[in-house]
């Protein structure tokens, strides 16, 4: 599982100084997404959709768009 392997990168990160970068983008869409965008606007009540979207510190899903998320694994390579 993911969870499995972020534990093993912490443990090989502790025990032999492995650079390690741990991130869990969640609410990802984009050019080809079926499901993420899509399901939220087909299940998403109208009274909950504003804590859905980032607009404030209540925000509970931040959706994030497929390149962000690429420049951003990009710059955590950079940083290793």
Known sequence: SKMEAE??????????GLPVTIARPSGVFGPGDNYVF????????RSIINKMFPTSARSTIHFTYIDDIVQIFQK????L
């Open 7 to 16: 534990k093993v990168l912490l443990e090989m990160h502790r025990e032999k």
């Open 38 to 45: 899509k399901e939220m606007i087909i299940s998403v009540d």
């Open 76 to 79: 955590c390579e950079l940083l």
